[in-house]
């Protein structure tokens, strides 16, 4: 499967921040990075984990979401 990695930079934070919309049961952002490929590296492992993690819980992986349907007007 393949999963929507989101990066945005944050001036709140002084790094790129890491979402993974289809993860909707887990704490967002899930990673950062003070670089972009940090992040990207970052963003890799955690979805590693989270899918390992539901894969020995025996739970099913979330469905993968078309981009339109992720983010919604204010």
């Known amino acids: 499967m393949k999963y929507t ?3 945005q930079w944050s ?3 002084r790094c790129f921040v890491v ?3 289809e993860f909707e049961d887990v704490m967002q952002p899930v ?3 003070d670089s972009y490929e ?4 970052n963003a890799r492992e955690v979805l590693e984990l ?3 993690s ?3 819980e025996g739970k099913p992986l979330p469905a ?3 981009l339109e349907r992720l983010f919604q007007p204010a």
Not at 38 to 41: D, L, P
């Open 5 to 7: 990695v989101v990066i």
């Open 11 to 13: 001036e709140e934070d």
């Open 19 to 21: 979402f993974l919309p």
């Open 31 to 33: 990673t950062h990075g």
């Open 38 to 41: 940090e992040a990207i590296y």
């Open 50 to 52: 989270l899918i390992d």
């Open 54 to 56: 539901c894969q020995a």
């Open 64 to 66: 993968t979401k078309k």
